[in-house]
């Protein structure tokens, strides 16, 4: 079946502006994840939904970064006034269920944000 | 806060030979060890699970170990081959959040 897809894969914009990174998870997973990956880093964690609320967002660097996930299926991440130091790889991954012995994560390809 | 270190940071192998990749962790308060691999540009690809209450798990020429203890987890890659060159990361589970190390990249010579 279909995987996580991610779009755009890549995304180049400039320092102030707003962008969108979309996630399309794997059908019938209720848990979705944002993370980002920095050059030579391993991903952090940003924030987790579980169908269309945002279980944690402890992740979110500041009030810039928001996601929603209104219909508990897609899910969009929104930066604000982007900045050179959100150029990233910005992950999403989606799970049968959150948490547990066996829960396993499903990463998407991912969006490469480029902020000039 | 979970701290996730994956040494070495990069290896080098000639083709056939087994490869052992180490990661570490500071809180044993976990539900599982990923370890996981990511090729150039591409997301990550799950390779193997381990339960906090297993002591391994095995598919194909892959293995990894799990001393929960004294946080620890090695996987082993056997008769490597060019195309298991990538990164590989390992990712612990405290609840639904994945911490990750940085990452062993692993280039194996023809």
């Known amino acids: 079946g279909a995987g996580v897809s991610q779009t755009p894969s890549n995304k180049v914009t400039e320092k102030g502006k707003y962008v969108e990174l979309r996630c399309d998870p794997i059908?019938?997973?209720?848990?979705l994840y944002w993370y980002r990956q920095s050059l030579g880093q391993g991903p952090e964690f940003l924030i987790y939904?579980?169908?269309?609320?945002?279980?944690?967002d402890s992740g979110l660097p500041n009030d810039r970064f928001f996601a929603v996930r209104p219909e508990g299926s897609v899910s969009t991440l929104k930066i604000q006034r982007t900045e050179r130091g959100d150029s990233a790889v910005y992950l999403c991954?989606?799970?049968?269920?959150?948490?547990?012995?066996?829960?396993?994560?499903?990463f998407g390809p991912g969006t490469r944000l480029t902020v000039l | 806060k979970q701290e996730v270190t994956q040494i070495p940071a990069a290896l080098s192998v000639p083709e056939g030979e087994n490869l052992v990749l180490n990661c570490s962790f500071t809180?044993?308060?976990?539900?599982?060890l990923q370890w996981f691999r990511q090729d150039p540009g591409k997301g990550l690809t799950s390779l193997l699970l381990i339960q906090s209450s297993q002591r391994e798990q095995t598919s194909g020429r892959l293995n990894a170990s799990l001393d929960k203890s004294s946080g620890r987890s090695t996987l082993y890659i056997a008769a490597s081959q060019p195309g298991d060159s990538a990164t590989y990361l390992c990712a612990v589970s405290s609840d639904y959040k994945l911490s990750f190390g940085a990452g062993t990249t692993v280039t194996v010579r023809a």
């Open positions: 939904f579980q169908g269309t609320g945002a279980a944690d």
């Open positions: 059908s019938g997973h209720t848990a």
């Open positions: 809180d044993s308060a976990i539900y599982n």
């Open positions: 991954a989606s799970s049968l269920v959150a948490g547990g012995l066996s829960d396993t994560q499903y």
